[in-house]
């Protein structure tokens, strides 16, 4: 039986809620009552896969002004639901983007100039119960998760479910009953999730689904779902060495055609991506960002050398302060998002990197890690916990743990973070996304060196000589960036935070 994770949005008729364009929120599939005008167009997840465990993070972005929000995610039984953070996500896209760099130039009788400049254009409840029970639907279990009531569900009895949603308030069209029977069928439970009474849109955090062993599927099926002509989907992935698509096509942007123009200092680098993309009626995968470590050890680019990250404090996006690494750089995004208040845990951070024992959490799903039912590591073994920051006694969601989450099962050396991206139509999503390790097990760079230029007299009108570079574009020892504007990820980082702080302030978001 084929296996995924799932996490599908659906909309009931109860809770009034406006959200603006654009917010990014978890969820899958969107399902929304007739005449409300919400379009899914873009996902981020995240897929951490070991032989231990399997666990899927999900954000949605979408247009429109739903009236109400609501999930349905189908799962293996087993499977726990956990809050996340808005820092995680955050912080992956940050240090991951792509950003082209100008070819260095140096001007007649005049300073060296290397300019750069990222592609900006891309990445890119009512009170009471939930619903009733009986009619063939078992409810396993109702609980909260953070600003979320929930309800695991259980049938073997293909449109029942449907019946249950809607008498619990939800609208289910037509054309997604089968795709949701099609997963009762594959033997799928399912979690329901919406807001608790009282609580505001702006309180919504990401969920992660975690469950036991294997399970390297994607339910694109289920994506499409509420979706428009096409869905932007941005999928990490957390795995021992490079991953990639099972059964799509798989692509990497061609980066020896990436050229600069000095008159609009922009690149092709957003013409290219889309061609790529569209390749194969658009069914591709591009990989943008593959290397080994990278969770735990600073990111070696090929053009600048040992890249920080730069995270934002206040609602303008100005930077604060700059870190290492993608786990110190979530730790001091949550800090700064107010989701924790320690970030004590990074000093052991580095040790960590080219470990090759595994991480192993003592602690059952869902359970604090100060829980008394958790246990004790083996010799040999790497205590997850060590890689959490937070008060565990405390909220669930002020522990920032999805460093150890996604390192649970898996040995830190061998740890690779990849990067996909797709712009799927509709007719790609008739198909759930499987995931392999790929044949090429090289780095793919997210920082890119334009090989070509044209207009440089816009800025050496008395003539200019192309200075030597390190091979593949590089010239990461000159230290001579004059000029290096934000990158994508930095941006988005931004925007994130304005939205954060607009929720806990009178400020304009």
């Given at each position: 039986?084929?296996?995924?994770?799932?996490?599908?949005?659906?909309?009931?008729?109860?809770?009034?809620?406006?959200?603006?364009?654009?917010d990014?929120?978890?969820?899958?599939?969107?399902?929304v009552?007739?005449?409300?005008?919400?379009?899914?167009?873009?996902?981020?997840?995240?897929?951490?896969?070991?032989?231990?465990?399997t666990?899927l993070?999900?954000?949605?972005?979408?247009?429109?002004?739903?009236?109400?929000?609501?999930?349905?995610?189908?799962v293996?039984?087993?499977?726990?639901?956990?809050?996340?953070?808005?820092?995680?996500?955050?912080?992956?896209?940050?240090?991951?983007?792509?950003?082209?760099?100008?070819?260095?130039i140096?001007?007649?009788?005049?300073?060296?100039?290397?300019c750069?400049?990222?592609?900006?254009?891309f990445?890119?409840g009512?009170?009471?119960?939930l619903?009733?029970?009986?009619?063939?639907?078992?409810?396993?279990?109702?609980?909260?998760?953070?600003?979320f009531?929930?309800?695991?569900?259980?049938?073997?009895?293909?449109?029942v479910l449907?019946?249950w949603?809607?008498?619990a308030?939800?609208?289910?069209?037509?054309?997604t009953?089968?795709?949701?029977?099609?997963?009762?069928d594959?033997?799928?439970?399912?979690?329901?999730?919406?807001?608790q009474?009282?609580?505001?849109?702006?309180?919504?955090?990401?969920?992660r689904?975690?469950?036991?062993?294997?399970?390297?599927?994607?339910?694109?099926r289920?994506?499409?779902?509420?979706?428009?002509a096409?869905?932007?989907?941005?999928?990490?992935?957390?795995?021992?060495?490079?991953?990639?698509?099972k059964?799509?096509?798989?692509?990497?942007?061609?980066?020896?055609?990436?050229?600069?123009?000095?008159?609009?200092?922009?690149?092709?680098?957003?013409?290219?991506?889309e061609?790529t993309?569209?390749?194969?009626?658009?069914?591709?995968?591009?990989?943008?960002?593959?290397?080994?470590?990278?969770?735990?050890?600073?990111?070696d680019?090929?053009?600048?050398?040992?890249?920080?990250?730069?995270?934002?404090?206040?609602?303008?996006?100005?930077?604060?302060?700059?870190?290492?690494?993608i786990?110190?750089?979530y730790?001091?995004?949550?800090?700064?998002?107010?989701e924790?208040?320690?970030?004590s845990?990074?000093?052991s951070?580095?040790?960590?990197?080219?470990?090759?024992?595994?991480?192993?959490?003592?602690?059952?799903?869902?359970?604090?890690?100060?829980?008394?039912?958790?246990?004790?590591?083996?010799?040999?073994?790497?205590?997850?916990?060590?890689?959490?920051?937070?008060?565990?006694?405390?909220?669930?969601?002020?522990?920032?743990?999805?460093?150890?989450?996604?390192?649970?099962?898996?040995?830190?050396?061998?740890?690779?973070?990849?990067?996909?991206?797709?712009?799927?139509?509709?007719?790609?999503l008739?198909?759930?996304?499987?995931?392999?390790?790929?044949?090429?097990?090289?780095?793919?760079?997210?920082?890119?060196?334009?090989?070509?230029?044209?207009?440089?007299?816009?800025?050496?009108?008395?003539?200019?000589?192309?200075?030597p570079?390190?091979?593949?574009?590089?010239?990461?020892?000159?230290?001579t960036?004059?000029?290096?504007?934000?990158?994508?990820?930095?941006?988005?980082?931004?925007?994130?935070?304005?939205?954060?702080?607009?929720?806990r302030?009178?400020l304009?978001a």
């Open positions: 039986m084929k296996t995924s994770l799932l996490a599908a949005l659906l909309a009931s008729a109860s809770l009034a809620a406006l959200l603006a364009p654009s990014a929120h978890a969820c899958g599939g969107c399902v009552p007739p005449m409300v005008n919400t379009i899914v167009n873009a996902h981020r997840m995240a897929l951490s896969v070991s032989p231990k465990q666990v993070w999900d954000q949605i972005r979408y247009d429109g002004d739903p009236e109400t929000w609501g999930w349905l995610l189908p293996k039984p087993g499977a726990v639901i956990e809050i996340s953070t808005n820092a995680w996500f955050e912080t992956l896209d940050a240090a991951t983007s792509t950003t082209v760099f100008a070819p260095p140096r001007c007649n009788n005049g300073p060296d100039f290397d750069g400049c990222a592609q900006a254009d990445a890119a009512s009170a009471g119960e619903g009733p029970g009986g009619g063939g639907v078992t409810v396993v279990h109702r609980g909260t998760v953070g600003p009531e929930t309800v695991t569900l259980s049938t073997e009895t293909p449109g449907d019946d949603l809607t008498a308030g939800y609208t289910i069209p037509p054309e009953a089968p795709v949701i029977d099609a997963y009762i594959e033997g799928f439970d399912f979690i329901a999730l919406r807001l009474p009282g609580k505001d849109v702006n309180e919504m955090k990401p969920v689904v975690w469950q036991p062993g294997i399970s390297p599927t994607l339910p694109l289920m994506v499409a779902v509420g979706t428009g096409n869905v932007d989907i941005t999928l990490f992935l957390i795995t021992e060495g490079r991953w990639e698509a059964n799509f096509a798989n692509a990497l942007v061609p980066a020896d055609l990436v050229s600069w123009d000095f008159a609009t200092n922009a690149s092709n680098y957003g013409t290219l991506r061609k993309l569209a390749a194969n009626d658009g069914a591709t995968w591009i990989t943008t960002f593959a290397k080994p470590q990278a969770l735990l050890a600073p990111i680019s090929a053009v600048r050398g040992k890249v920080p990250i730069t995270l934002t404090v206040d609602e303008f996006g100005f930077p604060s302060r700059s870190v290492n690494t786990a110190e750089g730790i001091g995004q949550g800090v700064l998002n107010e924790a208040t320690d970030e845990c990074v000093t951070f580095n040790t960590f990197a080219i470990d090759n024992r595994m991480v192993v959490d003592p602690c059952p799903a869902g359970v604090p890690s100060n829980d008394p039912s958790c246990g004790e590591v083996a010799a040999g073994e790497i205590d997850a916990r060590l890689f959490e920051c937070g008060e565990n006694d405390a909220l669930v969601d002020s522990t920032l743990d999805d460093v150890a989450t996604a390192l649970n099962g898996l040995h830190p050396k061998d740890v690779w973070l990849t990067r996909l991206e797709a712009r799927l139509p509709r007719a790609a008739a198909k759930d996304l499987e995931v392999e390790p790929s044949e090429a097990q090289v780095e793919v760079e997210h920082e890119i060196r334009a090989r070509s230029s044209k207009n440089v007299e816009t800025i050496c009108p008395s003539g200019v000589a192309l200075l570079e390190n091979g593949n574009g590089s010239n990461k020892d000159r230290g960036f004059v000029v290096v504007l934000s990158t994508l990820g930095a941006g988005m980082l931004a925007l994130a935070r304005r939205r954060l702080r607009g929720a302030s009178p304009p």
